[in-house]
């Protein structure tokens, strides 16, 4: 039969056998050899476009789901694709998460904001000097590390940003 996919959705049936969600089984043996799983949503929709209940389901269903099958209870969130907005911060904490992770570089640090803590994706197209300048500064180039500064100054700033904007259109 089909394998127990831990992601149930039309996203999953629809991704390659290469690229596929893990199954509850495999997942069940990562744990067993040490790996913690963590939460990353019901369905991958990205979250900056959803509206508030779903976002309660995405988040509260994928821990109810982890506890059901792997009997671990989630503290840690992963945004698909690294979408949130600031309704999805806000649904992170209520939903009693400690912390998530986005997709920007960076390093974590003391005046990390808890709420979206970067995450550095490493995958078998990543160069040996990419890794390593990802290792030292958390950004795969000074560009990279650029545009996270100005996103993150635009997040903590809106104001800056509806200016940028008016002034490009």
Known sequence: GMPKYALKSDFARGLPLADRPLTWDELSEMQSDGWDIQAHSCTHRAHDKLI???LVMEMEGSRHFINKHLKQNSAFYAFPFGNYNKNVLDKLIKANYLAGFSVHGGQVSSASDLRRLPRNEINTECALHVFAKLARSGY??????????????????????????????
């Open 140 to 169: 795969r180039s000074d560009v990279d590390e650029y545009r996270s500064r100005l996103r993150n100054m635009l997040f903590h700033y809106p104001l800056i940003k509806d200016i940028i904007k008016k002034v490009v259109t």
């Open 52 to 54: 508030d209940e779903q």
